[in-house]
């Protein structure tokens, strides 16, 4: 990977990121941001053929049986350019709601999600986790590789969840952070101020480090974020145990044995799984 030098909009990017509410696996954040940037950069020459550096994202398909897949890959957000989406590197919340419908809407029998996901922000996953378990499709998430916080959160609206051996799964709850460079700043002699207008006492959260009020702000925001998605889990999954809501992150066979998941299994097996089920349904 090359070195990149981010300019003046690009650090207020990386910044930002920083600071929103993410339901992602915490070392996950900046690495989105850092191949964000070098997707950027890489865009800037046309020429290129940009699979032979991503791993570019398919949109949905559906097969000659009639399944409908779906990928849930990469960073999961409210709102990003759409070439983050086309390289693979994050999916829109809003994209998987469409191919959810079109699914439906082109005769789809079944849908079968394919997740590599390590997460993503709190802003969207709740209107995605309900078109997901408001589909009157049978459903499978299958978890290849990460399937972390948000990454989770949206396979625990389907009907059944397969994950490889190797998968990472789980990480329930939610996280904001923010570096305290005061000290950094102080050295250099800058000091950094902020004027609200009266009665606005957490509009300076994150312009000027964080206050005692400010912190607890924060901080029932996070638990709101968390519970939600803690009771989305014990909801479809009521079997778990409460090791899982530490926060860890799980293989795919630990994760089987914290009922996280429904078995170990290959994307086609978990196809023709989902292929059985449905047809012995409508048998």
Same mark, same amino acid.
């Not at 865009?43 to 699979?51: H, K, R």
């Not at 993503?120 to 972390?148: D, F, Q, R």
């Given at each position: 990977? %090359? @070195?990149? #030098?981010? #300019?003046?909009?690009?650090?207020?990017?990386?910044?930002?990121?920083?600071?929103?509410?993410?339901?992602?696996?915490?070392?996950?954040?900046?690495?989105?941001?850092? +191949?964000?940037?070098?997707?950027?950069?890489?865009?800037?020459?046309?020429?290129?053929?940009?699979?032979?550096?991503?791993?570019?994202?398919?949109?949905?398909?559906?097969?000659?049986?009639?399944?409908?897949?779906?990928?849930?890959?990469?960073?999961?957000?409210?709102?990003?350019?759409?070439?983050?989406?086309?390289?693979?590197?994050?999916?829109?919340?809003? @994209?998987?709601?469409?191919?959810?419908?079109?699914?439906?809407?082109? !005769?789809?029998?079944?849908?079968?999600?394919?997740?590599?996901?390590?997460?993503?922000?709190?802003?969207?996953?709740?209107?995605?986790?309900?078109?997901?378990?408001?589909?009157?499709?049978?459903?499978?998430?299958?978890?290849?590789?990460?399937? &972390?916080?948000?990454?989770?959160?949206?396979?625990?609206?389907?009907?059944?969840?397969?994950?490889?051996?190797?998968?990472?799964?789980?990480?329930?709850?939610?996280?904001?952070?923010?570096?305290? &460079?005061? +000290?950094?700043?102080?050295?250099?002699?800058?000091?950094?101020?902020?004027?609200?207008?009266?009665?606005?006492?957490?509009?300076?959260?994150?312009?000027?480090?964080?206050?005692?009020?400010?912190?607890?702000?924060?901080?029932?925001?996070?638990?709101?974020? !968390?519970?939600?998605?803690?009771?989305?889990?014990?909801?479809?999954?009521?079997?778990?145990?409460?090791?899982?809501?530490?926060?860890?992150?799980?293989? !795919?066979? %630990? +994760?089987?044995?914290? !009922?996280?998941?429904?078995?170990?299994?290959?994307?086609?097996?978990?196809?023709?799984?989902?292929?059985?089920?449905?047809?012995?349904?409508?048998?």
């Amino acid at each position: 990977m %090359k @070195t990149i #030098n981010p #300019n003046t909009t690009q650090l207020r990017m990386l910044a930002s990121v920083k600071s929103q509410s993410w339901l992602m696996n915490p070392n996950e954040v900046q690495n989105f941001a850092l +191949a964000a940037l070098e997707a950027e950069d890489r865009t800037n020459n046309t020429e290129l053929d940009l699979s032979m550096f991503y791993d570019m994202r398919k949109p949905m398909t559906i097969d000659g049986d009639g399944i409908a897949h779906i990928e849930i890959k990469g960073s999961l957000l409210y709102s990003c350019p759409p070439i983050y989406e086309k390289l693979g590197l994050a999916v829109r919340y809003e @994209t998987i709601i469409k191919e959810v419908k079109l699914a439906e809407a082109s !005769g789809a029998i079944a849908i079968l999600y394919n997740v590599s996901s390590p997460g993503g922000t709190v802003a969207g996953v709740i209107e995605a986790s309900e078109a997901m378990m408001n589909s009157p499709l049978p459903s499978t998430s299958y978890c290849s590789g990460m399937a &972390c916080s948000a990454g989770y959160w949206l396979p625990c609206s389907t009907d059944t969840i397969i994950a490889s051996a190797s998968a990472q799964v789980g990480n329930i709850g939610a996280i904001i952070s923010w570096q305290d &460079c005061s +000290a950094f700043w102080a050295e250099a002699g800058i000091e950094f101020k902020a004027l609200v207008s009266e009665g606005a006492d957490y509009k300076s959260t994150f312009h000027v480090e964080p206050n005692a009020d400010q912190i607890a702000f924060l901080q029932e925001s996070i638990d709101e974020s !968390g519970e939600m998605f803690r009771d989305q889990v014990s909801e479809s999954r009521p079997e778990l145990d409460d090791e899982v809501f530490k926060a860890g992150w799980y293989s !795919g066979v %630990k +994760a089987a044995q914290l !009922g996280l998941i429904d078995g170990i299994g290959t994307y086609e097996e978990a196809r023709e799984d989902l292929l059985f089920s449905t047809q012995f349904e409508t048998s």
